[in-house]
T-cell receptor, first 113, second 115 residues
Framework: GDSVTQMEGPVTLSEEAFLTINCTYT??????LFWYVQYPGEGLQLLLK?????DKGSNKGFEATYRKETTSFHLEKGSVQVSDSAVYFC????????????FGKGTHLIIQP | GAVVSQHPSRVICKSGTSVKIECRSL??????MFWYRQFPKQSLMLMAT?????????EQGVEKDKFLINHASLTLSTLTVTSAHPEDSSFYIC???????????FGPGTRLTVT
């Protein structure tokens, strides 16, 4: 079945550091890939997405490229801020109808001033 | 953007009692709603998918008689945990999508603690 593997945290960085959160997946066919973010006390929010190979999703300075050859969708940001502290979930959707998403375990990111 | 609410945000109940959690789409018609469960330090696990007006489809290993799901209208789905036990303590999250739209909008979650 489908699965998503992402690096476990917590990941602690200093403000303005470069961020990479690795995500790899296993799925049949050609899934759509997502990064969701969960800020403290809030629900999940879609951060970015990519629906086909080589697509790059980007939002709020974050970006991730759909790499079919390596089955990866790593999240990157060039200069993180304290406000980026949150839990980040990589997810995929491979259903043709109203199917749920498959999530990774989440990576807790802590940015220190 | 689309807003999904959940109520209550936190609930504590005694073992053996039943608890109902509501999930509402506030500004769109949710033809499909999903219920997830999140264990500490683990990913969200899909429990069931419900389409308005029809029976929910449960994932393997999820007891449908224990986790009753009702999706009676296009804006409301409920999850009832029947005869709750401490092992049912978890964070339950719903999401919703509209007709022809596969993007899901997530609720803020409900923390259930069974004592």
């Amino acid at each position: 079945g489908d699965s998503v593997t992402q690096m476990e945290g917590p990941v602690t960085l200093s403000e303005e550091a470069f961020l990479t959160i690795n995500c790899t997946y296993t799925a049949t066919g050609y899934p759509s890939l997502f990064w969701y973010v969960q800020y403290p006390g809030e629900g999940l929010q879609l951060l970015l997405k990519a629906t086909k190979a080589d697509d790059k999703g980007s939002n709020k300075g974050f970006e991730a490229t759909y790499r079919k050859e390596t089955t990866s969708f790593h999240l990157e940001k060039g200069s993180v801020q304290v406000s980026d502290s949150a839990v980040y979930f990589c997810a995929l959707y491979s259903g043709g109808g109203a199917d749920g998403l498959t999530f990774g375990k989440g990576t807790h990111l802590i940015i220190q001033p | 953007g689309a807003v999904v609410s959940q109520h209550p945000s936190r609930v504590i109940c005694k073992s053996g009692t039943s608890v109902k959690i509501e999930c509402r789409s506030l500004d769109f018609q949710a033809t499909t709603m999903f219920w997830y469960r999140q264990f500490p330090k683990q990913s969200l696990m899909l429990m069931a998918t419900s389409n308005e007006g029809s029976k929910a489809t449960y994932e393997q290993g999820v007891e449908k008689d224990k986790f009753l799901i009702n999706h009676a209208s296009l804006t409301l789905s409920t999850l009832t945990v029947t005869s709750a036990h401490p092992e049912d303590s978890s964070f339950y999250i719903c999401s919703a999508s509209g007709q022809g739209i596969w993007e899901q909008y997530f609720g803020p979650g409900t923390r259930l603690t069974v004592t």
